[in-house]
């Protein structure tokens, strides 16, 4: 029991690492196709996506990673978050194929860079909106009979569901305008800076919304950040948020340039800290733990060998990656 223990806790925090990997990498991506449309059409949208282009694709196999791990070490988690949310994946991929293309295409059709800059944003949106919104349908509960999913069509679509994907949508424009922020300078990087600062008000408002919510939605919700001993172990996850959440706004006022990324990527995660501890131990609340969606041991030891020899290649040549592209991002790209 204590193996079966122990790896069932590894592979759950392999996929939460796999999932915050995605939501910060790809987030930023994200959230600069949401600003597009504020940043005016020429050099200035040309800057902000080349400062994307080494490293946009490559941010995705965190998603694979994430999915693909779900499906193996926790089957029937994966049975029953599907089939509880399949418009939102279906809109969450088809969003991300059409930010895909017109990536692509926007620079090899000229004459229709218009469409393409349409679908862009329109694809990032829906995107990160389908991506929080799935994160919302999983916190308010799903409901399980005999191990599969026992509700209907459309329990996913409520006024919980639609804050989470605003509260995304705001925190992915966060990203993107503090990412720009970063790789701009000039008129450029000013525009981002405010846009961050309006990106940033709108995310600790919905995050508020959000965890004042989450106290109503679930009286073991309220137990757990609510009543002791538990309020005590909580207790440092508002703390820390309020006190990077003022230094974020603070740097947003000044002339600094990584430091608002790094803010905002460490006000992610300690929000995803902040619904870990919400959650913990279900998988699929309210009823489903790791261990009863766990995959058997042998697969989990199995799958454990294969993620210890290519997670440790995938971070190296990510980080290579924003290491040879770590510069300013100019008219001809980085220099």
Do not use: C
């Not at 994966?78 to 991929?93: G, K, N, R």
């Not at 000229?110 to 679908?119: E, F, M, N, S, T």
């Not at 990077?244 to 740097?251: D, E, F, K, T, V």
């Amino acid at each position: 029991m204590a193996v079966n223990f122990d790896l069932t806790v590894i592979w759950a925090f392999i996929i939460a690492f796999a999932v915050f990997a995605y939501v910060v990498m790809d987030g930023f991506d994200l959230g600069i196709g949401i600003l597009f449309p504020t940043f005016e059409v020429g050099p200035e949208r040309d800057r902000a996506m080349n400062s994307i282009a080494p490293v946009w694709d490559g941010n995705e196999t965190w998603l694979v990673l994430g999915g693909g791990g779900l499906f193996a070490a926790f089957p029937l988690a994966y049975a029953v978050i599907l089939p509880a949310t399949y418009p939102l994946i279906i809109a969450m991929l088809l969003g991300l194929v059409f930010r895909g293309v017109a990536f692509e295409y926007r620079w090899r059709d000229p004459g229709h860079r218009r469409l393409w800059d349409a679908a862009f944003t329109g694809g990032s949106l829906v995107a990160a909106m389908a991506q929080g919104m799935t994160l919302g349908a999983l916190l308010q509960g799903i409901e399980v009979v005999d191990r599969a999913y026992a509700g209907s069509w459309f329990d996913w679509l409520t006024p919980y569901t639609l804050l989470t994907g605003l509260g995304t949508v705001a925190g992915y424009a966060l990203l993107g305008a503090t990412w720009l922020v970063w790789k701009l300078d000039g008129p450029g990087q000013h525009h981002a800076r405010q846009m961050g600062k309006r990106a940033a008000w709108a995310t600790l408002a919905l995050m508020g919304g959000v965890s004042l919510y989450n106290v109503f939605l679930n009286p073991e919700y309220a137990d757990r950040w609510l009543t002791a001993p538990e309020i005590y172990l909580a207790a440092p996850v508002p703390i820390l948020t309020g006190v990077i959440a003022i230094a974020l706004l603070r740097s947003l006022s000044v002339e600094r340039h990584s430091k608002p990324f790094w803010l905002s990527l460490a006000l992610f995660f300690f929000g995803m800290a902040g619904l870990g501890f919400t959650m913990w131990p279900y998988v699929v609340p309210p009823g489903v733990t790791i261990w009863d969606a766990a995959a058997p041991e042998r697969s989990q030891i199995f799958m454990l060998v294969g993620v210890a020899i290519t997670m440790p290649l995938i971070i190296a040549y990510t980080a290579w990656a924003y290491w040879v592209f770590r510069g300013k991002v100019g008219d001809e790209g980085y220099h």
